[in-house]
């Protein structure tokens, strides 16, 4: 274990897995749903700490050329890719900087101009007190007042089921962190597991797969870390009040709806728990929420949020199905009813983009309540808030072409593509990226066979149809809300 990792699993890098939390649009979305104002402007400064490769802090970038976007991460590999890739797409406004967290002095931190957004996914939970104390000093000297924090940690009681797993798979690394020794561990717990009394878990039941379903160097990052421990969130606010930052709500925004929060009976002992942590534990007992997604702020200001909710604008990021999805938790699941669900695609529809208050009169009576209707739209990924006019940027394209060339379409995986209209990135796989990139490129959107042709050149005639159907699927779905939202 090198010293300067200060017990970190730094070895190989971590997978780039794209969360639309990491959009400030979205975050402007959980403060509306929590009568917070707070919104995102075109000189944004926004601070991305253990950025990994840097993914999210190039989306950024290139979807708002007005915004500074910084990534801080102590793996020099890793911040090399994303320097790499912002040199590629000509990012002026993606700054990197190779620093420990733990170390960065005031005097470092006082150079930082005030920021608007700091997030964390994947930091907290993984790192040593001191590399904490470090986030605290690094949020109190450089987050302005007014400016929000996303953190995503892995939280107690729901991750505590995975401690001593962590543990085990650690000594069966034989205290090596790196994706080969993960593994090897992940080997010997196969061979291990069924003598052993473990308590089942979702992450158990992956680390077993036969054939494996996690890549080694996932693991390396999530279980052969030093210092992984999960937290329960009313300590993470406890920690976070000393920078002056109080919480806002949850970034899955289908935990607004106490009906998929849990069941009747759950919810009645849960309104009788005072508001704030104690709930919020209760809430943590009763959902399944080994990772929350928290957002915070410093300095609440508040604002009617259904006027917030209502003036919010919303465009399809995918044709709307004919029925209604259904939101499921597994501890319950809701959906709209059908002329209502019909209503508003056509609403959404015909208007392309619209606020949310217009879609609601839209649809009519019966219509569900604005938390509702963002919850069953954003948080199916069926829709994304629109903060510009459709329009396509350079630095937008740049970064999309960049980055498909970056990664093999067949890795799956989950990407950005930068959006201009969206201030941030729509999630995509690298297959998604690969056709945007063609579409950029000038590929016919009407020959998908040829398209297949370029992108597996080896594939005989039976596998080239096949892969020219998905192709023409996939463009059937996205090519509409990619020109809505700017990517093409
Ligand atoms: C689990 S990864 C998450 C990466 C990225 N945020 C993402 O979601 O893809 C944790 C990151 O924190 C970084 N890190 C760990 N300790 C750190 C420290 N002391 N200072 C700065 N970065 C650190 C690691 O290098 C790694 O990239």
């Known amino acids: ?5 200060r017990g970190y699993a730094a070895a190989s890098p971590y997978r780039i897995a794209f969360q639309v939390a990491q959009n400030p649009g979205h975050l402007a979305v959980v403060c509306a749903m929590a009568g917070v104002d707070w919104q995102p402007h075109e000189a944004l400064r926004v601070a991305d700490l253990g950025c990994g490769r840097g993914h999210a802090v ?3 970038a290139a979807a708002n050329p007005g915004w500074t976007v910084l990534g801080i991460d102590t793996t020099p590999g890793q911040l090399a890719e994303g320097m790499e890739l912002a040199a590629r797409a000509g990012l002026g406004n993606a ?3 190779e620093a420990d967290l733990a170390r960065l002095s005031e005097a470092e931190l006082e150079r930082i101009a005030p920021l608007d957004v700091v997030m964390l996914h994947g930091v907290w939970s993984w790192v040593s007190d001191e590399v904490r104390a470090g986030v605290l000093r690094f949020l109190r000297h450089c987050l302005k007042p007014g400016g929000i924090a996303y953190l995503g940690y892995n939280a107690l009681p729901a991750a505590g089921v995975d401690f ?6 650690r000594h069966l690394a034989g205290d090596r962190q790196d994706a080969a020794a993960a593994a090897l561990a992940m080997a010997r717990l196969r061979e291990v597991a069924p003598a052993l009394p473990l308590r089942p878990s979702a992450m158990l039941t992956r680390l077993l797969a036969d054939p494996p379903v996690l890549e080694p160097g996932f693991v390396a990052h999530e279980f052969l870390t030093a210092h992984w421990r999960p937290v329960f969130h009313e300590d993470l606010c406890g920690d976070l009040r000393a920078a002056k930052l109080d919480f806002v709500g949850s970034c899955n925004l289908f935990e607004a709806l106490p009906a998929l929060r849990c069941e009747p009976a759950e919810n009645a002992l849960l309104e009788a728990l005072p508001e704030g942590g104690a709930r919020e534990f209760g809430m943590d007992l009763f959902l399944p929420r080994g990772f929350r997604a928290d957002l915070f702020i410093r300095g609440p200001r508040r604002v009617d949020p259904q006027a917030a909710m209502a003036r919010l604008v919303l465009g399809a990021t995918r044709p709307l199905p004919a029925e209604s999805p259904s939101l499921g938790t597994g501890r319950g699941s809701v959906a709209m009813a059908e002329p209502a669900w019909e209503a508003l695609a ?3 529809a015909e208007a392309e983009v619209l606020p949310l208050g217009e879609l609601q009169r839209r649809i009519g009576p019966g219509a569900p309540k604005l938390a509702e ?3 069953i739209l954003i948080g199916t990924e069926l829709a994304a808030p ?5 329009e396509r940027k ?5 970064f999309n072409l960049a980055a498909a060339a970056q990664h093999h379409w067949a890795e799956g995986g989950h990407y950005a593509l930068a959006s201009p209209v969206a201030a941030g990135g729509l999630p995509a796989n690298a297959l998604e990226l690969a056709l945007a990139a063609a579409l950029l490129d000038g590929a016919d959107p009407d020959d998908p066979g040829a398209l297949a042709r370029r992108l597996e050149p080896g594939l005989e005639e039976d596998g080239l149809a096949r892969a020219a159907a998905r192709i023409t699927e996939i463009w059937e779905a996205r090519i509409p809300a990619w020109r809505r939202f700017g990517v093409i």
Do not use: G, K
Request: net charge positive; glycine share 0%.
């Open 1 to 5: 274990m090198a010293a300067w990792s």
């Open 58 to 60: 190039n989306a950024l």
């Open 95 to 97: 700054l990197f900087l």
């Open 164 to 169: 001593a797993l962590q543990r085990l798979l």
């Open 346 to 348: 056509a609403a959404l």
């Open 373 to 375: 209707l963002l919850a």
């Open 386 to 390: 629109v903060f510009r006019r459709p």
């Open 394 to 398: 350079p630095a937008a394209t740049r």
